[in-house]
Structure formats: structure tokens, C-alpha cells
């Protein structure tokens, strides 16, 4: 054992770059919801960009160290402290035995990433420690972090301290979300597009790692409600029967039977992970 949970937080959960390649078999990609805030952190300690990391939302963990090792914090604006000593993000942490370490709640941005100068002993299923909630495998036993759970790490390092820090992820309430046009864009009539690209629509309530359900002016289709059940990724916008529009995130489903009309950018995904309830988008649509 390397170290301790001493506290969870509110959904902390084991992610690295997703579960690729058995998408034909109904079983989600997971991983990061902000890949870039997770990729950063890992470069900080020059680790593969896409190793496990601790991902956090809104509440991030405290951890007691067992070992000397080097850890990297980046994404929401979460307070660090070791051993109430405050630390900045986007910058190595040396912990020793006996330090412990506490992220504490997001005052802007969801997801934070916490990464290790080591390798996670976190058992790999289809080539990936990725938590999945929903289906309780991945990660570390299949749910999220709690008090109580010790973890190991393989070949843990401590990097000598550096002065240099990252500037902090810049994160909004607004955001022009950069997306492309999905396969069912053209079942749209010339009003019903620009009602979608002209429009604001806020984040509801209804929020979590599958989906954003997004709030505002309902785009009414008049003929084709739905489609045989079809592909998604990460990043499409489906177009519900009732007309409200739902963004997929890094537990999406496979498969849905909704009109798949936009899909977000890798960077728009990253930007939105980072928004929360009562924030605003709009589309811009790119070739």
C-alpha cells in the first residue's frame, strides 16, 4: 500500500484514456471527462499523457502517503493543501510518509485530475483502468473512491521540486461550443438549423457523467422524431422527440435512437466537462 483515502470527496473515480475498440459489444469508451486537464497533469510529472489518474468532481479527496512519490493536480480550481500547507496547481508535490494531502471543493470548474509519479495497481479491463459506473467494473472495484480504500503504486518516484507552474485551466460559465454536423443534421429544416446555431441553451440540473441535458427554445420536428438505434460517441448532441437537446459525454451509451444532429469537438467536450448547472452555450458549427 502507497496510500490511504481518508476522505472520497463527492465522485472520485479512477480514469485514463477509455476502453477503445469494444464499442461493437455496447460497452462505453468512460474515461476522462476533460482530457486536457487530465493529459496535463500527467505531463507535469512526464508520464504517458493518457495514465490512470484520479479524476474528481466538485469535492476532491484527501489522501495520507504511506511512501515517499510526486503527484500533479490540474483542472477545476480546487484548494490544495499538504498538511494545511497551501499548494498550487499545475506543479509537482513531493509527499512523504505521513503527509497528507487534501483537495478540497471546486470554487470554479467540475473535474479535477490528480496524478501519480508511478503507475496506479489498478486491474485493467479491455486494456483500460477506467471506472464505469453504471456497470460497476473498472477502476477500483468498480466504484467511486472512499474512505478507508488503500492503493498501490508501482514504481513510485519522488521528482526533485521545480519552480515553474502552469497557468491555471481557464474555465467559464459561457462557452462557444466548436461542433460539426451529425449524420441526422439535414432531417432539420433551414429554420430549425438556425434556431439551433442562434440560440442560447443553459445546463440543466440534469448532468453527470453519461450526458448534459441542456435547457431553452425547443427545436419541434414536425416529421422524423426518432431513428433506428445508432451509433454515438463522445460529444453528440441528440435531438429528443420532445425537442431538448442532450450533449453525450464519456459514459454515453453506444447506441441511441435520438436524431444525432451536432457533435462537439474533443476541445468543446473539455470546456463543457468543466461547466456546471445554470451555464450557457451556444453552437459554431466548423468544417
Avoid at 55 to 68: S, V, Y
Avoid at 98 to 117: C, M, N, R, V, W
Avoid at 238 to 247: K, V
Wanted: glycine fraction near 10%; charge should be neutral; hydrophobic fraction near 35%.
Amino acid at each position: 500500500m502507497s496510500f490511504e483515502i481518508i476522505d472520497g470527496g463527492f465522485l472520485s473515480t479512477i480514469q485514463d484514456n477509455g476502453r477503445w475498440g469494444v464499442q461493437d459489444q455496447g460497452i462505453p469508451v468512460s474515461g476522462f471527462m476533460d482530457m486536457t486537464s487530465a493529459n496535463i497533469a500527467n505531463a507535469i510529472l512526464g508520464n504517458d499523457p493518457n495514465a490512470p489518474v484520479i479524476e474528481m468532481c466538485m469535492k476532491g479527496i484527501t489522501l495520507l502517503a504511506h511512501i515517499p512519490f510526486s503527484v500533479a493536480f490540474y483542472g477545476a480550481d480546487m484548494e490544495l493543501k499538504v498538511n494545511d500547507e497551501i499548494n498550487s496547481q499545475g506543479k509537482i508535490i513531493t509527499l512523504n510518509p505521513g503527509d497528507q494531502l487534501k483537495i478540497g471543493f471546486s470554487k470554479k470548474g467540475t473535474y479535477g485530475y490528480l496524478a501519480f509519479k508511478g503507475v496506479l495497481d489498478i486491474p485493467k479491463i479491455y486494456n483500460s483502468a477506467s471506472t464505469y459506473l453504471p456497470a460497476k467494473f473498472g477502476g477500483y472495484f468498480g466504484r467511486a473512491l472512499q474512505k478507508g480504500d488503500r492503493i498501490t503504486l508501482l514504481c513510485p518516484e519522488q521528482l526533485p521540486k521545480r519552480h515553474s507552474v502552469i497557468k491555471a485551466r481557464n474555465i467559464s460559465s459561457e462557452n462557444l461550443l466548436e461542433c460539426f454536423v451529425g449524420p441526422e443534421w439535414n432531417l432539420l429544416t433551414d429554420q430549425q438549423k438556425q434556431k439551433v446555431i442562434n440560440s442560447e441553451f443553459t445546463i440543466s440540473k440534469d448532468i453527470n457523467r453519461i450526458g448534459y441535458r441542456l435547457e431553452g427554445e425547443k427545436i419541434e420536428m414536425e416529421n422524423q422524431k426518432e431513428i433506428i438505434s445508432s451509433g454515438m460517441v463522445k460529444g453528440t448532441i441528440q435531438l429528443t422527440s420532445g425537442g431538448d437537446l442532450i450533449i453525450m459525454m464519456a459514459d454515453a451509451p453506444t447506441t441511441g435512437g435520438y436524431l444525432r444532429i451536432l457533435n462537439l469537438n474533443s476541445k468543446a467536450c473539455d470546456s463543457l466537462a468543466q461547466m456546471n448547472t445554470g451555464g450557457k452555450v451556444k453552437f459554431s458549427i466548423t468544417n
